[in-house]
């Protein structure tokens, strides 16, 4: 069975600080996907990336980074220069390449950053 | 605009009644599924869709119900025999063409009384 591990409940940073949330995943499959999302106060989920299990590659996107290491079978996410519009709370997710497809989220970090 | 719309966004019902949850997408994307969401939890599917006229259940799919008429609609029926039914309903669709990206809807907030 998937699993997807976020250890952090909630963080709280003063604005400007950098932050990183973690994940951990366990899956027995070797071709598997994995994802963030945003949940703004407004309840929708908001795509941040995908990235596939053949590709360790890093991904740096303004503000955002991700760093996939199958070794520890983590996919942490950092946010440079935090601002007050991250406050939200990341969802890490886990999906199969084969069948239905179906995500497999992790319980969510809440992340309120301060003025 | 290309979008996942759900309606209503909130929703109250007494005890005993079903109550139907609209989600609609014009993405044309074949898959489409549904989510439940309690408070500090994760996402947990309930019921998910890949084509026209055919469904499965996901996780928790007990006290629920769908249907998958049309490929742009999806509707979740939450019947009287769910337990605990307060909670965020999620709708998704999926994209193939886009790296097989599930994009998801506003919600529903479905509070009973």
């Known amino acids: 069975a998937q699993k997807v591990t976020q250890a952090q409940t909630e963080i709280s940073v003063v604005e400007k600080e950098d932050v990183t949330l973690d994940c951990v995943y366990e899956?027995?499959?070797?071709?598997?996907?994995l994802f963030w999302y945003k949940q703004p106060p407004s309840g929708e989920l908001v795509f941040l990336i995908r990235?596939?299990?053949?590709?360790?590659q890093n991904e740096i996107s303004g503000r955002y980074s991700w760093n996939f290491q199958k070794s520890t079978s983590s996919f942490n996410f950092t946010i440079t220069a935090s601002q007050v519009v991250d406050s939200a709370v990341y969802f890490c997710?886990?999906?199969?390449?084969?069948?239905?497809?179906?995500?497999?989220f992790g319980q969510g970090t809440r992340l309120t950053i301060n003025p | 605009d290309g979008g996942i719309t759900q309606s209503p966004k909130y929703l109250f019902r007494k005890e005993g009644q079903n109550v139907t949850l609209s989600c609609e997408q014009n993405?044309?994307?074949?898959?489409m599924y549904w989510y439940r969401q309690d408070p500090g939890q994760g996402l947990r599917l309930i019921y998910y869709?890949?084509?026209?006229?055919?469904?499965q259940k996901g996780d928790i799919a007990e006290g629920y119900s769908v249907s998958r008429e049309k490929k742009e609609s999806f509707p979740l029926t939450v019947t009287s025999a769910q337990k605990n039914p307060t909670a965020f309903y999620l709708c998704a669709s999926r994209d193939r063409g886009h790296r097989d990206t599930q994009y998801f809807g506003p919600g529903t907030r479905l509070t009973v009384l």
């Open positions: 993405l044309n994307h074949d898959a």
């Open positions: 990235r596939n299990s053949f590709d360790e």
């Open positions: 997710a886990l999906i199969l390449s084969q069948g239905a497809q179906k995500l497999v």
């Open positions: 869709s890949q084509i026209v006229n055919d469904f």
């Open positions: 899956t027995r499959d070797t071709t598997y996907y």
